[in-house]
């Protein structure tokens, strides 16, 4: 068996133990506060971020490090924590993640040396001084519905976002009380809830094999994460504990509780009608806060950051407007990267971000969240899905598109 450690001093040092089996020393140190100190260097802690690739690794610097390495929220999330994600996981093959996750609504201005430039970077340059704004009216989305959208190509249309209840821990921080409060405060909003938004909760940990099933064929079930994105930054705790699924009679509008996010809020349909989807998005979203408002909780928000989310990269609207659509040839077209680009959309295999797309068949949906507004973004959607769905057109009759490739969309 090993000696106890020794406690010795040297001339002119701080006292240091010594571990009989290493002999490493280190500096017992505390802080004013009575915690005690990290013992080694920040530059002996620094993660080696050197084959990394994401938005955290490239703002990330050893003065920043050691700026913030012992701080903390005031709900205890530290630096580590932050980037834990993003320093198990180098990159992604298919798109940049931002290695980052917020434990607490604090994450974001606690740990702004770093978040920052990670927010700018992401977001296409919102700065620190810029103000997020949020439109839930409908009534001015332009087209997007079956007169304007073809139905053999535009296969289903799909809104989501996310919302966090202020007060309590984020899923990567929470603990299991907190979450279980999360659960009670949604569910017992949703419960009021009248007329086409009436509907169930399912508690993930409590369902009949036959509620599974039926789930499972709806396709609303989620499961256990097992991305290494999420696992890394700890929302896998627990699981099934305090999850589960709502949705309304109609099972086209849909409220996710303690996945990545407090909750996910989702309204889809089969078809051509992002409209539609678009108006009962907002017409269920605005019911949700109101009922949770009514029993004296409210969502995290700003006038900077807009909702604030556990993902730096759904902070603003959190939306995310995606659309099935076939384009088979447009795929293969040497442009299609730059046209998406330049209409500010991104694309996905139908089976999420991990996944490639089979029968030519793409999840198509708006590259941005923070700094448009969300009647902008699925608008953005929604005539960037006419123009790819003519430009296949063309292709089909053996007619060139370089006259259509459009311009890059600016903010106005």
Request: hydrophobic share 35%; proline share 5%; net charge neutral.
């Amino acid at each position: 068996m090993g000696s106890k450690p020794s406690t010795q001093s040297q001339p002119n040092s701080s006292p240091v133990t010594v571990t009989s089996q290493t002999g490493y020393a280190v500096k017992n140190e505390k802080m004013s506060n009575g915690a005690e100190k990290n013992r080694f260097r920040p530059d002996e802690d620094y993660p080696d971020l050197s084959k990394h690739n994401n938005h955290m690794a490239h703002s990330m610097t050893k003065e920043i490090y050691a700026k913030l390495r012992d701080v903390k929220t005031p709900g205890g999330f530290t630096l580590d924590q932050v980037i834990q994600t993003g320093v198990d996981n180098p990159g992604h093959p298919y798109i940049m993640t931002v290695g980052a996750v917020a434990g607490d609504e604090e994450t974001y201005d606690v740990f702004a040396d770093l978040l920052d430039p990670v927010i700018e970077s992401r977001h296409n340059g919102f700065k620190k001084s810029d103000k997020h704004k949020t439109d839930l009216d409908s009534s001015k989305l332009k087209g997007g519905d079956e007169s304007d959208w073809d139905s053999n190509y535009v296969l289903s249309s799909r809104v989501r976002t996310g919302r966090s209840v202020r007060g309590l821990s984020l899923p990567p921080k929470c603990t299991r009380s907190e979450r279980r409060c999360v659960e009670k405060i949604v569910t017992e909003g949703l419960a009021t809830l009248k007329g086409q938004f009436a509907g169930k909760y399912y508690p993930l940990s409590k369902m009949t094999d036959e509620e599974q099933e039926q789930l499972i064929a709806d396709h609303f079930l989620f499961d256990k994460p097992i991305s290494p994105l999420l696992l890394a930054s700890g929302m896998a705790r627990d699981w099934p504990d305090a999850r589960g699924i709502w949705h309304n009679e109609a099972k086209n509008f849909l409220v996710w509780v303690n996945e990545e996010d407090h909750i996910r809020v989702i309204s889809m349909e089969k078809g051509a009608n992002m409209r539609g989807v678009f108006q009962r998005f907002c017409d269920g979203l605005k019911s949700v806060e109101t009922a949770i408002k009514a029993n004296g909780n409210e969502f995290m928000w700003n006038e900077h950051l807009g909702f604030v989310l556990t993902c730096p990269s759904n902070l603003g609207t959190g939306l995310r407007a995606g659309v099935h659509v076939k384009l088979p040839l447009l795929s293969k077209h040497d442009k299609f990267g730059q046209v998406l680009k330049n209409l500010r959309l991104q694309k996905r295999g139908t089976g999420g971000v991990d996944t490639a797309s089979e029968g030519g068949i793409f999840d198509i949906s708006n590259a941005d969240r923070l700094g448009w507004s969300e009647v902008e973004l699925v608008q953005i959607v929604v005539d960037g899905v006419r123009l790819l769905v003519n430009m296949e057109k063309k292709l089909e009759k053996g007619e060139g598109i370089d006259d259509m490739i459009p311009a890059p969309i600016t903010k106005a």
